[in-house]
């Protein structure tokens, strides 16, 4: 492997040692969230090439703090990038999840309540099986992702927009609005589902762990699991200024 001669550089070296452990982190808390197929080994080579495009891409002038925050960026992008590359269909998966959270949004009006499966199913006209088959086809669907923050088109342009005009876009999910807002939404989730996404979140169980204290087959909860997510998505509708970046306060010279 040929060595990049920017990484003759002494403080390079030491930059790319010092942030391996956050792309190690950063990687290991997104394969929580995908299917087993999926090999935390790969989304850690993925993100180390984005640290190295980071380190490459870094001004002498950057604090550690501004460096440590534009690695993680680039690091998920390039893992994101990585996941894409490896599954053609993920977009129209995308595309119909997108049309699964505006049924349920509409239901969830007329309704006065969270719909049932066999509900978003009809409202998208389509048997209650094919839904469920969609359901288990996008498990890894997550809550926010940087399409939501930039766009479908380039996430990736939109990271390097945030690092050029000093945007912070995870400053996002540090805001009492998307708390709230979410709060509201987990409380419009039934009983199994809250229970579900507390014993698979908030006590790391493993979704077949999750299936026999709810005693369901684990790719039931799977389903149940993206489902939930879509729930959430679309109590997000109505504030998706909560998710637009806002200028971070530069420090002070």
Do not use: W
């Not at 809550?143 to 479908?152: E, M, Q, T």
Request: some cysteine.
């Amino acid at each position: 492997m040929t060595i990049h001669p920017a990484f003759l550089d002494p403080q390079n070296q030491h930059l790319f040692e010092q942030n391996k452990p956050l792309v190690e982190k950063i990687a290991r808390n997104m394969a929580r969230s995908l299917s087993a197929n999926i090999e935390c080994d790969d989304l850690i080579q993925d993100g180390m090439m984005g640290l190295i495009d980071a380190i490459l891409r870094n001004s002498k002038s950057t604090t550690s703090a501004q460096f440590e925050s534009y690695a993680a960026q680039r690091a998920r992008g390039a893992m994101l990038d990585g996941l894409r590359a490896g599954d053609p269909g993920s977009r129209q998966i995308r595309r119909s999840m997108r049309q699964v959270e505006l049924i349920i949004l509409q239901l969830g009006h007329q309704l006065g309540r969270a719909p049932l499966e066999s509900e978003v199913a009809n409202g998208l006209g389509i048997p209650l099986a094919d839904y469920q088959r969609l359901l288990q086809e996008a498990h890894g669907y997550t809550l926010i992702s940087i399409d939501d923050l930039g766009g479908d088109d380039d996430p990736q342009a939109y990271l390097e927009q945030c690092a050029d005009s000093n945007n912070d876009p995870l400053l996002a999910l540090e805001r009492a609005s998307l708390r709230e807002a979410l709060a509201a939404a987990l409380n419009a989730l039934s009983k199994q589902d809250r229970l579900m996404l507390n014993l698979y979140y908030v006590h790391s169980m493993k979704m077949h762990e999750v299936g026999k204290v709810l005693e369901i087959s684990e790719s039931r909860v799977s389903q149940l699991h993206t489902q939930a997510i879509a729930q959430l998505r679309a109590g997000f509708a109505g504030h998706k200024e909560i998710l637009k970046p806002r200028r971070k306060p530069r420090l002070a010279a």
